[in-house]
């Protein structure tokens, strides 16, 4: 066992919570980059070109994400960042393999429902709501740069020659660490106990400082604010009033009848009943 201080106090933690957190700490700020180009590829930036380092660093960002939520023990239903496959992905490029590539990547970036988000827009355009509509065309516009950052990305990888390209794939994974030595040593650790699905209390609590961290980065650089929201959003109340200040009615407190037993029950059915007073401010409490 070990004790890990943390921003809410120090907390024990067991010898493979440990690692999780250690290890993590060594790739935090790679992962808060790889975030961001991440989220930009998919469409939050429009690239005016995408060259074939961007490509490798989007599989090598796809596989650090995976890596977080790996070592953070982040539960997911969905394989949404595929690190393994990235590695797999890479390996194979080094050897020629090309197709597989430009397949993820396509099954990454395409099948984008311009057609129903369009329809979305005018349905609320034509009921008024102008906030929706903006906010829906906003979204369209996202899924338009995916498809821009896509066919910059495949005609990055489709127009070299065969051996010009896996030349420079070999070089750009050198320069990640991915060379074929180091991605058999990746795939290896993937499947190793530190990167292993163990949640607890203090992974949890990392995972929700990094992000709430991260979502304050972007919301800053991208003014994504809280005022820019759809009124299914509502504003809150700051500050919140104190609990005393709300008129709390009389109550009567409800227990079990097995807990107050018959015998009480009874003794007690002809006792009058005497309400609770209301409390209106914190002075009367």
Sequence with gaps: MTTNAGQLGAHTVDEL??????DFARIEEEFLESFIFVQDVHGQRRF????????VRYLHAL???DLKDRLLSV????????????????????EGQTAAVIAF???????????EVSRQIERSANSGDAQTASRLAEGRV????RNYNLSHALDAIIMPEPAQLRGEVIALCARLGHTPADLDRQIADLHSDVYSYAPSAPLARRNMLVMNSLGVRIANTRGARPSDRTDR??????PAPPYAEEVIPGAMTLVSLTW???????????APMTPAPEITSASDA
């Excluded at 539960?75 to 080094?94: H, P």
């Excluded at 959003?233 to 700051?238: D, F, K, M, Y």
């Excluded at 107050?260 to 002809?270: P, Q, S, T, Y």
């Design 142 to 145: 996202v899924l338009l740069n």
């Design 48 to 55: 005016s070109s995408f060259p074939l380092e961007q490509v």
């Design 17 to 22: 919570t440990a690692r999780k957190l250690a």
């Design 260 to 270: 107050i037993g018959a015998e009480r029950l009874a003794a007690n059915l002809d």
């Design 75 to 94: 539960y997911t239903n969905i394989m949404r960042y595929e690190g393994e496959r990235c590695l797999r992905l890479l390996r194979g490029w080094q």
């Design 233 to 238: 959003v509502g504003r809150p109340t700051i």
């Design 63 to 65: 596989y650090i994400c």
């Design 105 to 115: 990547i396509h099954r990454k970036l395409d099948n984008l429902p311009f057609g």
